[in-house]
């Protein structure tokens, strides 16, 4: 017997599964619905964030460094010496006013997984999955519109104190 069994149908409805959030962009208010991942399921959620591939890091990061490097190598070692400190070409990174890029690379590349993750979290009008990457995401979507919307997946799924204490 399945512990949804055993507390009820009001606990076995997908009506805890799914919870509906409410996006507050200014002057345009709309509605979607959110699967309720379990523990588990939100614990390999941020695992896979927190551990993006190599692969999806490194492009960011010549996405980031490429152009700056691409310049210095260009402007020549005098280019170099009048950037002074302020940038410091490493082995494999290169430090911008104490910035590593490689290391922002890897944070941006957490935050794509993130959008990614969350997004796959929304329950379609359609019942399709929604299974867009965060290019395809952002292609269609303002960046502000996206991060309100995972902005109120994030409340949704782990609600905060304040969310709590209101019901």
Sequence with gaps: MTLGTKLGKAVQQDTLQVRKITVDLGETKFDLRVKVPLKKQIEDINARIFSPSAERTEAI????????????????EDFVK???????VKDDDLIVDGTSLRQVAQIQAMEELKVEEYFHLLVSETEESVNETYEQITEQLPEFVVKEIVSAVQGAISPDYRSIKKN
């Design 61 to 76: 990061y010549q996405r980031l460094a490429g152009p700056m490097l691409k310049t210095m190598q260009e402007g020549g």
């Design 82 to 88: 009048a950037l002074g400190e302020s940038v410091t």
